[in-house]
């Protein structure tokens, strides 16, 4: 772990079996895991947390203090889960008095250039392509898959499972398990292949693509779908989600394609 031409506060916690390169810096309220790599010229600041078994590309700062004039220097972490890849030039800002911290999940890759900013929720097996910026106090679920070059309002939710198309402007909730896509963003379909990767049998994806048939192609406002679909459609896990994200939603879901 010893790197002469690194910065290493002694305060931070590290993990021996940390690999630090050289040029990096590591202010003092910061913990590492084991088995984590950190590649040259990467800057962690006060309030980082970092799992175990991550790779940090040179260029990347975690835990910078947030990009929000309300921020008044509060005591806020940054949180990044076990098995996660940040790439190259990444920013992760730490959370402000609203939520307290950030938190980047376990098995995501948040690929070069791409920003997270404070307040933020991403899940668990997220990916994040080039150059996509996440504004303030986002929520991303678990297997979300965004590409590259996308811009998420603040306040924004996207559910687990959804494909978003490189190059989207997210400014609406995106319910579970969909593809989005088009300018202005819309529905375009069930991301069923992405499901099939997962495990997803034939049967439940039919059963999601129903559900958003009701949704989304009935001519119906969204409460009177969400109240028929609940009333003719079996109780499921997924069914539920959808039901549950839909009636939750503060920003309103995104609209269906005509």
């Known amino acids: ?52 078994n991550c790779l940090i590309f040179p260029g990347a700062v975690i835990s910078g203090i947030p990009q929000d004039l309300k921020f008044q220097g509060e005591e806020t972490l940054a949180i990044i889960g076990d098995n996660t890849t940040i790439r190259e030039c990444v920013t992760v ?55 590259g070059g996308t811009l998420i309002h603040q306040f924004c939710r996207i559910g687990a499972h959804v494909m978003v198309q490189g190059g989207a402007l997210v400014n609406k909730d995106i319910p579970p398990f969909v593809k989005a896509a088009r300018e202005p963003i819309a529905y375009t379909g069930v991301n069923s292949i992405g499901l099939r990767r997962r495990g997803f049998s034939n049967e439940t994806i039919r059963e999601i693509q129903d559900i958003y048939r009701m949704l989304y192609l009935s001519g119906m ?3 009177d779908a969400i ?26 879901i995104i609209k269906g394609y005509v």
């Open 93 to 147: 800002n730490r959370g402000t008095a609203s939520k307290g911290k950030t938190i980047v999940g376990s098995h995501c890759l948040i690929m070069a250039y791409s920003h997270v900013a404070h307040d933020c929720v991403v899940g668990d097996h997220v990916i994040v392509a080039n150059a996509s910026q996440i504004a303030g106090e986002v929520i991303v679920d678990d297997y979300a898959v965004i590409g």
């Open 221 to 223: 406002n969204n409460s």
């Open 1 to 52: 772990m010893k790197q002469p031409l690194a910065y290493i506060h002694p305060a931070a916690k590290i993990h021996p079996s940390v690999v630090i390169d050289p040029f990096v810096t590591i202010e003092g309220n910061v913990e590492i895991g084991e088995g984590t790599r950190i590649c040259s010229n990467v800057t962690i600041m006060d309030g980082a947390r970092i799992g175990k």
């Open 227 to 252: 109240e028929r679909i609940e009333a003719e459609m079996p109780a499921t896990k997924e069914r539920d989600e959808i039901i549950l994200f839909v009636r939750n939603s503060k920003r309103g």
